[in-house]
């Protein structure tokens, strides 16, 4: 009788386990499911093996392309198709276009748009700019757009890479369509700076810009571009 009861005890303790084990372990975390993946285009990388924890945990920051996401997050917002998931893992993304870190889609970099200087002065002011270029990149182009309001003060784009730069570019008429001339600074993937200045003027006022910032490749392709304006002035 006791024996009997100790295993019935020991069926249900194990049959709780299962059941907590099912609750805890999310199913991306499963071979199953990378299988699967793999099987609809997802190519195995160093880093899939993240997808393969017991446990759940463990899930690896996507290095150099979505810091601040996983795979799993990616794996979430597309468990069937797996597109997200290719887009983050593969770098499906056409050339110039970048992936969503919040959809996971493939998203084109818009121009930068901004506003620099001072309503109260007329002093040279500089929006800094840090961009991460990914691989395959072999120099970034950057040109800027002086937009409305037309004052007099000139707006001009300079990148850098280290202690290299490119020669200014400045857009010789405000207020119209045009871009200035497109200048590049060479350097591989990894971090560069773009600066955009106003000019001293003895003119008040705030000078509306949009800068076009672009990693290429050699072949003049363009690679993943991230910009975070780093410096508002």
Not at 137 to 155: E, F, G, H, M, W
Not at 201 to 223: H, M
Request: with cysteine; aromatic share 6%; net charge positive.
């Amino acid at each position: 009788m006791n024996k009997a009861k100790t295993l019935m005890n020991f069926k249900s303790s194990l049959m709780v386990a299962v059941i907590s084990l099912f609750m805890v372990t999310p199913a991306w975390a499963t071979s199953g499911i990378l299988s699967s993946a793999i099987s609809k285009g997802v190519k195995v990388t160093a880093c899939t093996s993240c997808h393969i924890s017991s446990s759940g945990s463990g899930f690896k920051s996507v290095s150099g392309s979505l810091p601040a996401k996983t795979y799993s997050d990616a794996w979430r917002a597309d468990s069937s198709g797996y597109t997200r998931l290719k887009n983050v893992i593969n770098g499906t993304c056409p050339a110039g276009q970048a992936v969503n870190p919040t959809t996971f889609l493939c998203q084109a970099q818009m121009p930068n748009s901004g506003a620099v200087g001072s309503s109260s002065t007329g002093v040279a002011a500089t929006d800094g700019y840090t961009v991460t270029c990914g691989a395959g990149t072999t120099n970034l182009y950057v040109r800027v757009k002086d937009l409305a309001p037309v004052l007099s003060p000139s707006i001009s784009i300079q990148a850098k890479k280290g202690t290299k730069s490119s020669t200014l570019s400045a857009d010789s008429k405000d207020g119209d369509t045009l871009y200035s001339t497109v200048v590049s600074v060479l350097g591989t993937a990894g971090t560069f700076t773009v600066n955009v200045n106003k000019s001293a003027s003895t003119v008040k006022g705030i000078e509306n810009y949009a800068a076009d910032i672009y990693c290429r490749n050699a072949a003049g392709a363009k690679t993943s571009t991230k910009t975070v304006l780093t410096q508002n002035h």
